[in-house]
């Protein structure tokens, strides 16, 4: 049993930043993945970020990868996404995720069929 509450959404200019957090709490030692996936309207939902971790692995959507890093305090159990150099395209609901995942490092790619944790979200707006 995970419960997942994100938090840190909100408007910003392109080009500025958000920092969203994960708060994890529950059992997480059944967990090997977490991530953060994102919807627009009228899109399907997207992997933006991952990461594995018992080993610290993470992996990125193209679209985000060099401006986004996910990162997690394991003493807070908390889950973070650092979203710099924010483009219109990133105006969505972020979604975070967690659960044992075989290939947490190809889960990105996906559209979260893996993760049967998730949180309720915390919609960015960039204009």
């Known amino acids: 049993h995970v419960q997942l509450v994100e938090s840190g959404g909100g408007s910003v200019q392109a080009g500025g930043s958000l920092r969203l957090s994960c708060a994890a709490s529950?059992?997480?030692?059944?967990?090997?993945?977490m991530a953060w996936f994102r919807q627009a309207p009228g899109k399907e939902r997207e992997g933006v970020a991952i990461?594995?971790?018992?080993?610290?692995?993470?992996a990125y959507a193209d679209s985000v990868k060099g401006r986004f890093t996910i990162s997690e305090d394991k003493v807070k159990t908390t889950l973070s996404l650092q979203t710099n150099s924010l483009k219109s395209e990133g105006t969505a609901m972020y979604y975070c995720?967690?659960?044992?995942?075989?290939?947490?490092?190809?889960?990105?790619?996906?559209?979260?069929?893996?993760?049967?944790?998730w949180g309720q979200g915390t919609q960015v707006t960039v204009s």
């Open positions: 995720a967690a659960d044992f995942v075989a290939r947490c490092d190809m889960a990105v790619a996906g559209r979260g069929a893996e993760f049967g944790y």
């Open positions: 529950g059992d997480r030692d059944s967990l090997n993945c």
């Open positions: 990461i594995y971790t018992a080993g610290g692995f993470t």
